[in-house]
Protein backbone atom coordinates (compact mmCIF):
# COMPACT_ATOMS: atom_id res chain seq x y z
CA UNK A 1 0.00 0.00 0.00
CA UNK A 2 1.50 3.58 -0.88
CA UNK A 3 2.03 5.73 2.03
CA UNK A 4 -0.77 8.28 0.99
CA UNK A 5 -3.19 5.54 1.00
CA UNK A 6 -1.80 3.99 4.58
CA UNK A 7 -1.98 7.92 6.13
CA UNK A 8 -5.40 8.45 5.04
CA UNK A 9 -6.78 4.68 5.89
CA UNK A 10 -5.64 5.60 9.40
CA UNK A 11 -6.97 8.46 9.72
CA UNK A 12 -10.46 7.06 8.97
CA UNK A 13 -9.99 4.85 11.37
CA UNK A 14 -9.32 7.56 13.83
CA UNK A 15 -12.54 9.39 13.25
CA UNK A 16 -14.37 6.05 13.32
CA UNK A 17 -12.94 5.38 16.37
CA UNK A 18 -13.95 9.06 17.82
CA UNK A 19 -17.68 7.95 16.62
CA UNK A 20 -18.13 4.60 18.36
CA UNK A 21 -17.45 6.58 21.54
CA UNK A 22 -19.86 9.08 20.87
CA UNK A 23 -22.20 6.01 19.84
CA UNK A 24 -21.59 4.50 22.92
CA UNK A 25 -22.77 7.45 25.28
CA UNK A 26 -25.62 8.25 22.72
CA UNK A 27 -29.12 8.41 24.00
CA UNK A 28 -31.18 9.84 21.61
CA UNK A 29 -32.73 8.39 18.40
CA UNK A 30 -30.08 11.14 16.53
CA UNK A 31 -26.40 12.52 17.19
CA UNK A 32 -23.65 14.07 15.83
CA UNK A 33 -21.17 12.00 14.54
CA UNK A 34 -17.66 13.33 12.88
CA UNK A 35 -17.35 12.89 9.25
CA UNK A 36 -14.96 9.47 8.58
CA UNK A 37 -12.93 11.39 5.28
CA UNK A 38 -9.42 10.45 5.54
CA UNK A 39 -8.50 14.27 6.08
CA UNK A 40 -6.64 14.28 9.33
CA UNK A 41 -7.54 17.88 9.62
CA UNK A 42 -11.68 17.63 9.43
CA UNK A 43 -13.44 18.89 11.87
CA UNK A 44 -16.88 18.82 10.40
CA UNK A 45 -19.85 16.56 11.57
CA UNK A 46 -22.88 14.49 10.35
CA UNK A 47 -25.88 14.64 12.01
CA UNK A 48 -27.41 11.06 11.74
CA UNK A 49 -29.51 8.35 13.31
CA UNK A 50 -28.05 5.80 15.46
CA UNK A 51 -29.97 3.25 13.51
CA UNK A 52 -28.20 4.92 9.91
CA UNK A 53 -24.96 5.12 12.19
CA UNK A 54 -25.33 1.27 12.74
CA UNK A 55 -25.92 0.41 8.67
CA UNK A 56 -22.74 2.52 7.64
CA UNK A 57 -21.08 0.21 10.44
CA UNK A 58 -22.04 -3.34 9.27
CA UNK A 59 -19.60 -3.36 7.00
CA UNK A 60 -15.94 -2.77 8.48
CA UNK A 61 -14.79 -0.98 4.59
CA UNK A 62 -17.51 1.53 4.94
CA UNK A 63 -17.29 4.87 6.49
CA UNK A 64 -19.96 7.80 6.63
CA UNK A 65 -18.72 10.95 4.93
CA UNK A 66 -20.15 14.53 4.01
CA UNK A 67 -20.65 15.53 0.35
CA UNK A 68 -17.17 16.65 -1.30
CA UNK A 69 -15.58 14.82 1.07
CA UNK A 70 -14.77 11.99 -1.00
CA UNK A 71 -10.93 10.92 -2.31
CA UNK A 72 -11.71 11.24 -6.00
CA UNK A 73 -10.41 8.01 -7.04
CA UNK A 74 -12.15 5.94 -4.46
CA UNK A 75 -15.19 3.49 -5.41
CA UNK A 76 -18.54 5.03 -5.91
CA UNK A 77 -20.01 4.83 -2.82
CA UNK A 78 -22.39 2.29 -2.28
CA UNK A 79 -25.00 4.26 -0.65
CA UNK A 80 -25.98 8.02 -0.53
CA UNK A 81 -27.84 8.50 2.75
CA UNK A 82 -29.88 12.45 3.06
CA UNK A 83 -26.68 14.70 3.77
CA UNK A 84 -24.00 11.99 4.10
CA UNK A 85 -22.14 9.33 1.40
CA UNK A 86 -21.52 5.64 2.64
CA UNK A 87 -17.81 5.40 0.99
CA UNK A 88 -15.74 2.16 1.04
CA UNK A 89 -12.02 1.06 0.79
CA UNK A 90 -11.01 -0.16 -1.97
CA UNK A 91 -10.26 -3.90 -1.70
CA UNK A 92 -6.83 -5.68 -1.03
CA UNK A 93 -4.57 -3.55 1.53
CA UNK A 94 -6.90 -0.72 2.11
CA UNK A 95 -9.64 -2.52 2.74
CA UNK A 96 -7.61 -5.14 5.03
CA UNK A 97 -5.94 -2.11 7.07
CA UNK A 98 -9.63 -0.86 7.56
CA UNK A 99 -11.18 -4.24 8.58
CA UNK A 100 -8.01 -5.14 10.90
CA UNK A 101 -8.69 -1.30 12.48
CA UNK A 102 -12.17 -1.39 13.06
CA UNK A 103 -12.87 -1.77 16.70
CA UNK A 104 -15.66 -3.94 16.29
CA UNK A 105 -13.54 -6.60 14.44
Do not use: W
Not at 22 to 43: K, Q
Not at 83 to 103: C, I, S
Request: hydrophobic share 30%; net charge negative.
Amino acid sequence: MDPRSERVGKNEAVFREVNERINDVTRESTAEYLCECGDATCTETIQMTVSDYEDVRSDPTHFAVLPGHEIPDAPPPPRRHQGLLVVRQKAGAAAALATELDPRS
